[in-house]
């Protein structure tokens, strides 16, 4: 059953809603790569605290393709994973541009010296 899970799960107010049953249907299918995983999910809280996110969903799946390639966590790639990143309503920006806006402002304070 969880191999055919969608893997979209739920962040709320900064903070992944670990007892919902997508997230732990993820979380047991996954959890030999969990480690990998926590990188990107602290990122991702951080980001959605960060830009005061009420209420986001995530796409799982993304994710862990970017974590079975080796890739390490950033911003933006975080921010790919969003399942509706386009959602302005729950990001409280008026668009897209606005969002990777305050990414690469956020990005900036968490790596000062590039």
């Known amino acids: 059953m969880d191999k055919h899970a969608l893997h979209i799960f739920y962040v709320r107010h900064g903070v992944i809603m670990h007892?919902?049953?997508e997230f732990e249907s993820f979380k047991r299918l996954y959890?030999?790569?969990f480690s990998d995983l926590e990188k990107w999910l602290n990122l991702l809280e951080s980001v959605c605290r960060?830009?005061?996110i009420k209420l986001l969903q995530?796409?799982?799946g993304k994710l862990l393709k970017y974590i079975t390639n080796g890739v390490?966590?950033?911003v933006r790639l975080v921010v790919s994973c969003l399942e509706r990143p386009e959602d302005a309503k729950n990001l409280n920006l008026s668009n897209k541009d606005d969002l990777l806006d305050s990414v690469s402002?956020?990005?900036s304070h968490?790596?000062?010296a590039q």
Do not use: A, I
Request: net charge positive.
């Open 19 to 21: 007892e919902s049953p």
């Open 105 to 107: 402002s956020f990005q």
């Open 31 to 33: 959890s030999s790569r």
């Open 110 to 112: 968490q790596n000062p």
């Open 50 to 52: 960060r830009l005061d």
């Open 72 to 74: 390490k966590p950033t």
């Open 58 to 60: 995530v796409n799982g």
